[in-house]
Nanobody
Framework: QVQLVESGGGLVQPGGSLKLSCVASLSSFRVYAMGWFRQAPGKQREFVAGITSGGTTNYADSVKGRFTISRDNAKNTAYLQMNSLEPEDTAVYSC??????????????WGQGTQVTVST
């Protein structure tokens, strides 16, 4: 059973930063893509950022220039560095592990999520 465990969420003021981590219990982590998604209250889950096994990244327009996704295959971990946070970024953030090209398409594994709240 593959497990994904997120951490790093919390309460931060507007303009602040947080770094989320997602650790996968999968020895072949390096061959999979990773994605970060978020879901705010009353809204559908939305794509935030993704990184392929080869390191190619892509981002939602709303976070381009503010968020950075990365991975450390030696630690089976994906990261999401979030800068210049805005109240609209408040949501539960979850990671998804799937084959390249299948992030967010109902395949692979999901973490339980970590709450990010941006507020004064």
């Amino acid at each position: 059973q593959v497990q994904l465990v997120e951490s790093g969420g919390g309460l931060v003021q507007p303009g602040g930063s947080l770094k989320l981590s997602c650790v996968a219990s999968l020895s072949s982590f390096r061959v999979y893509a990773m994605g970060w998604f978020r879901q705010a209250p009353g809204k559908q889950r939305e794509f935030v950022a993704g990184i392929t096994s080869g390191g190619t990244t892509n981002y939602a327009d709303s976070v381009k220039g503010r968020f950075t996704i990365s991975r450390d295959n030696a630690k089976n971990t994906a990261y999401l560095q979030m800068n210049s946070l805005e109240p609209e970024d408040t949501a539960v953030y979850s990671c998804n592990l799937a084959p390249n090209g299948y992030i967010g398409r109902g395949m692979g594994y999901w973490g339980q999520g970590t709450q990010v709240t941006v507020s004064t």
